[in-house]
């Protein structure tokens, strides 16, 4: 009998809400994270509206001498993992430091600290570049800091597929423990892009939107009006645990994961497949292994970037994997509240996913105002809903046509 896998903790630092009870009752009303940039002066740049993490404050792992030589995707890292842990228990409970492993991963990495670095060098001196700005900007750092701090030794390493990262990351962190590697895996993302340089390359590149004038209202998935996706950033941080030793230590359970199915589009290097191909073989890769039937799936956390071509792509791939059941399903973009996490957006995603199989709340996709006609599923719109949900698919989709889905189902002995 195939290893059962649950998730026993989550943490998240998101542009709605700074642990994961406040984003998701932000969340479930329709709260939007995105406004004009507070960061840097935004006056000389065509795009000037981002989902920025508000009023952060660093866990308390993270001294101020520490928090001073790191980047800050590693502190929003760093934090989601400390309320991941303390809410999954492990610390307090007995296990074997071994048998656990730490997979986090990041689409871009510390560009904040390289554009400050690169400044000191070129107008200062390369005796003005920090001693610490390697490790303060390479990914790989976030998993081995959190391991460095709580001595986890099992498998541990970063990952990078740009938007697919955390769903990849969560997905590789099952396969772990199905492989036998690790008892339990802390797994997700963190991206802290929102910087000129990066709000430049993807404005120049035309993948964002450009309604500065009501930010709030700018991010809107499936809609016929949409105009392109907003920059968001923070962590999603998840504990997968293998469910006997998840009971043994008297573990809460969110709920339990049952596939992943990852692909590649082949296609280009920024736009998606225009048939979904690549998508919809992710899709029926994770629902192949879980071995759910088609018409037990009641809810997808849709990719939904707010592109034109995405969400049209998007639905035509959910179309051709479920058929007529894909007008039984409710869709919903989350990114229309926290805009765009890249790298981190696909473990926030799969927290929503547990969060409504564990609570019956589907979130809405809000700002849906116009329909498209390329673009016709239910995508719940503007209003969270109520119902039992026992299936999910969470789905992400990266640049360069890298594609990760999960299914999650409610947790049931």
């Not at 660093?58 to 520490?66: G, L, R, V």
């Not at 701090?149 to 962190?173: D, E, K, M, Q, R």
């Not at 009501?214 to 996706?229: L, V």
Request: glycine residues 10%; negative net charge; contains cysteine.
């Amino acid at each position: 009998m195939r290893k059962r896998i649950v998730v026993t903790g989550v943490g998240a630092i998101t542009p709605i809400g700074n642990d994961v009870p406040t984003f998701w009752s932000n969340l479930i009303v329709g709260t939007s994270g995105i406004d004009t940039i507070q960061a840097f002066d935004v006056e000389n740049l065509p795009v000037k509206i981002a989902a920025e993490i508000k009023n952060f404050e660093p866990c308390a792992a993270i001294s101020p001498k520490d928090a001073n030589r790191m980047d800050m995707v590693a502190q929003y890292g760093i934090s989601a993992s400390e309320e991941a842990l303390r809410d999954s228990g492990l610390l307090e409970s007995h296990f074997d430091p071994e048998r656990v492993g730490v997979i986090v991963g990041s689409g871009i990495g510390g560009i904040q600290t390289l554009e400050q670095q690169h400044e000191n060098l070129i107008t200062k001196g390369s005796r003005f570049v920090s001693p610490f700005f390697i490790p303060m900007m390479i990914p790989d750092i976030v998993p081995g800091q959190i391991a460095i701090n709580h001595g986890f030794l099992g498998p541990n390493y970063s990952l990078t597929s740009a938007c697919a990262t955390s769903t990849h990351t969560v997905g590789i962190a099952m396969n772990h423990i199905l492989a036998g590697d690790a008892d339990i895996v802390i797994s997700g993302g963190a991206e802290a892009t929102i910087t000129p340089l990066a709000v430049a390359g993807f404005t120049n590149m035309k993948a964002l939107s450009r309604r500065n004038d009501e930010p709030q209202r700018a991010s809107r998935p499936f809609d016929r009006e949409r105009d392109g996706f907003v920059m968001g950033e923070g962590a999603g941080i998840v504990v997968l645990e293998e469910l006997e030793h998840a009971m043994r230590r008297g573990a809460t359970i969110y709920a339990e994961i049952k596939g992943y199915g990852f692909s590649g589009d082949a296609y280009h290097i920024t736009a998606p497949h225009p048939e979904g191909k690549g998508q919809a073989l992710a899709m029926e890769a994770a629902i192949k292994m879980a071995e759910i039937p088609k018409e037990e799936y009641q809810y997808i956390n849709a990719h939904g970037t707010s592109t034109p071509q995405n969400d049209k792509f998007e639905t035509i791939a959910i179309k051709s994997v479920f058929g007529q059941h894909a007008y039984d399903l409710n869709v919903s973009s989350t990114k229309s509240m926290t805009g765009h996490l890249l790298g981190a957006a696909g473990a926030v995603e799969f927290i929503t996913l547990c969060l409504s199989l564990r609570d019956g709340i589907i979130p809405p996709t809000i700002n849906y105002e116009v329909a498209d006609p390329d673009c016709d599923l239910n995508y719940t719109p503007n209003k969270a809903i109520e119902k039992r949900i026992t299936s999910g698919l969470s789905s992400s989709f990266g640049f360069g046509g890298h594609n990760a889905v999960v299914a999650v189902q409610k947790f049931e002995l």
